[in-house]
DNA sequence: ATGGCTACGATCCGTAGA
């Protein structure tokens, strides 16, 4: 079973290059952030036609996410429980005996600003919202632009970032109050080469560069992470023309159903 | 050198992203 993450930065846009992914990588789950489109302007039709139903919570310009699945989305919720928020940030579905979080958290702008205090808000709701899931189901992902390179390794250039945001420590203090939860970093079960990111900035020819931040993640339960055989970044699709500027990232789990071998 | 792209919705520039 494949489940991925990809910020499509406009599904309007990326729609061709989405389509041409979900044939390609064969993904069973994908969470999708930064639509930039209301629902009902959603092209349903065209990813049930590549064979994928959907859930979705969008909204006009700004943010937006959605499920994507093979199989039937049940028990859809949309938002953090008692966190009121205007953005379109956080859908939950259930998959079986999987429940999916796609989540958009805040990009902060800068540290001290407005935007850095709603993004820390928002992560301390995160995270009481993602221990009341951990007590209900077992088997949790959550997947999406998490907006924080969690270590130094996740980040290009490690000192012209310090302190900045997606790096400062209240930031990474919150990601690591999501892994204190029982999640894990499905990405670091397993060795990785040096130098893997998620985001390279659209200026300066960033990603030519290779330079970037990984700041999109798959989160994995306890349960789930003994059955996660792989999570790699599939850099491909930033290689298309009029890309994304992030890439999905993709993670694998074996379909055991039994408690021991 | 605090810029540099890209998407969007409103114009021929501002807001936002990261």
């Known amino acids: 079973m494949k489940l991925a993450t990809w910020n499509v930065n406009s599904l309007r846009v990326r729609l061709p290059h989405l389509t ?3 044939a390609q990588a064969q993904p069973d789950i994908v969470c999708v952030q930064e639509l930039k489109c209301e629902d009902a302007k959603f092209p349903r039709a065209e990813l049930e036609a590549a064979g994928y139903q959907s859930a979705i919570s969008g909204q006009k310009t700004y943010n937006g996410v959605a499920i994507l699945s093979r199989s039937a989305l049940l028990d859809v919720s949309t938002g953090i429980a008692g966190f009121q ?20 958290c805040p990009n902060g702008q800068a540290v001290g600003s407005e935007k850095y205090a709603y993004k820390l808000r928002w992560f301390a709701a995160l995270k009481e919202y993602l221990a009341a899931e ?3 189901h077992p088997g949790l992902a959550v997947a999406g632009d998490f907006n924080v390179a969690p270590e130094d ?5 490690p000192k012209a970032w310090e302190g900045q945001v997606h790096v400062s420590e209240a930031e990474r203090s919150a990601w690591r109050a999501l892994l204190a939860l029982g999640l894990k970093d499905s990405f670091r079960l397993f060795e990785q080469p040096e130098k893997i990111y998620s985001w390279w900035d659209y200026r300066m020819m ?24 792989a999570c790699k970044v599939d850099k491909a699709p930033r290689k298309l023309e ?19 071998a």
């Open 20 to 22: 041409d992914w979900l």
């Open 85 to 104: 928020d205007e953005h379109k940030r956080v859908i939950a579905a259930t998959l079986g005996e999987l429940r999916v979080i796609c989540v958009y």
């Open 134 to 136: 951990l007590s209900r």
């Open 153 to 157: 390794r996740d980040v290009h250039d």
């Open 206 to 229: 960033g990603f030519r560069r290779n330079a970037g931040l990984r700041i999109d993640h798959v989160l994995v339960s306890a349960e789930l992470a003994k059955r996660c055989t």
């Open 242 to 260: 009029r890309p994304s500027d992030h890439a999905p990232v993709i993670a694998d789990f074996a379909e055991d159903q039994s408690i021991s």
